[in-house]
């Protein structure tokens, strides 16, 4: 099997250095391209994070981010305990939406608005169509969401799978391939809120996040449509609003 490692590194035998508020999204890029142009194949194991942080001189965090938003992407699968492996190309569509391309605050509300009316419709058709496996599954994500709040763990991968695993319950695989390409953009907290909100706010910010998600899980389990919408519909919402508080109160004008 091809290895990261050795597609990675720049002709002159080092590593790239680069500013760490881009290094995330160049490390994406380049392993993106490097599935799309098949020097990673379908199967291929990705290195683990210290040979990553290794080779390109970047923190855990920085890995991990790359990492959530090649699933996302819908180009890589982590299995826990396992590893992370190249997903089969031809299950992509040509649907994208670039996180590099949303650059201002005006751009990241739209795609809150964006995933408001996408999510609140997944919802509730995951509430009447969600099958035993997929509860299980959504049960996973928030145990392990739960699990890494006050250790200052990866929240960002099991947020993200959540909402995915909401998709796949709607057994519509138009929802799984849009919610997919979202990539990086179903979390505005990783773009925005790191820098803006003080450590110690952000323990309780991601113990109100996880209650909203119960809420959203809970009304799904009990096969409830519209407590299912109702419930992400609130959840967004308040996304939005800490996402405009962050931002300083940025009006929304969106519709002009």
């Known amino acids: 099997m091809n290895s990261l490692s050795s597609v990675l590194v720049e002709p002159g035998g080092e590593a790239p250095r680069r500013r760490s508020r881009s290094l995330a999204h160049e490390l994406v890029e380049s392993v993106s391209?490097?599935?799309?142009?098949?020097?990673?194949?379908?199967?291929?194991?990705?290195p683990t994070e210290s040979e990553i942080m290794r080779e390109w001189g970047v923190s855990r965090t920085v890995v991990r981010e790359a990492i959530s938003r090649l699933q996302a992407a819908?180009?890589?699968?982590?299995?826990?305990?396992?590893?992370?492996?190249?997903l089969d190309a031809r299950a992509e569509t040509s649907f994208r939406l670039?996180?590099?391309?949303?650059?201002?605050?005006?751009?990241?509300?739209?795609?809150l608005e964006l995933r408001i009316g996408l999510e609140?419709?997944?919802?509730?058709?995951?509430?009447?169509?969600?099958?035993?496996?997929?509860?299980?599954?959504?049960?996973?994500?928030?145990?392990?969401?739960?699990?890494?709040?006050?250790?200052?763990?990866?929240?960002?991968?099991?947020?993200?799978q959540f909402h995915l695993e909401i998709a796949?319950?709607?057994g519509n695989r138009y929802f799984v391939d849009v919610m997919s390409h979202l990539g990086a953009?179903?979390?505005?907290?990783?773009?925005?809120?790191?820098?803006?909100?003080?450590?110690?706010?952000?323990?309780?910010?991601?113990?109100?996040?996880?209650?909203?998600h119960e809420q959203i899980f809970d009304a799904i389990?009990?096969?409830?449509p519209e407590g299912a919408r109702a419930a992400m519909r609130m959840h967004l919402g308040s996304g939005r609003e800490r996402q405009r508080r962050a931002l300083g109160a940025v009006p929304i004008a969106l519709e002009s």
């Open 98 to 111: 670039n996180p590099s391309d949303i650059v201002s605050a005006t751009d990241m509300l739209a795609v």
């Open 185 to 212: 953009t179903l979390l505005p907290r990783t773009r925005i809120n790191a820098a803006r909100l003080p450590l110690q706010d952000m323990v309780p910010y991601l113990h109100r996040v996880n209650q909203e």
């Open 120 to 160: 609140t419709e997944a919802a509730g058709l995951a509430a009447q169509r969600r099958t035993e496996e997929n509860l299980q599954k959504l049960r996973l994500c928030l145990d392990d969401f739960e699990s890494h709040i006050d250790n200052s763990g990866d929240t960002v991968t099991p947020d993200i």
């Open 168 to 170: 796949r319950s709607t």
């Open 221 to 224: 389990a009990r096969a409830d």
């Open 74 to 86: 819908g180009l890589v699968d982590t299995h826990h305990g396992v590893g992370t492996f190249v």
């Open 33 to 46: 391209d490097k599935i799309r142009s098949q020097i990673l194949r379908p199967g291929d194991k990705l």
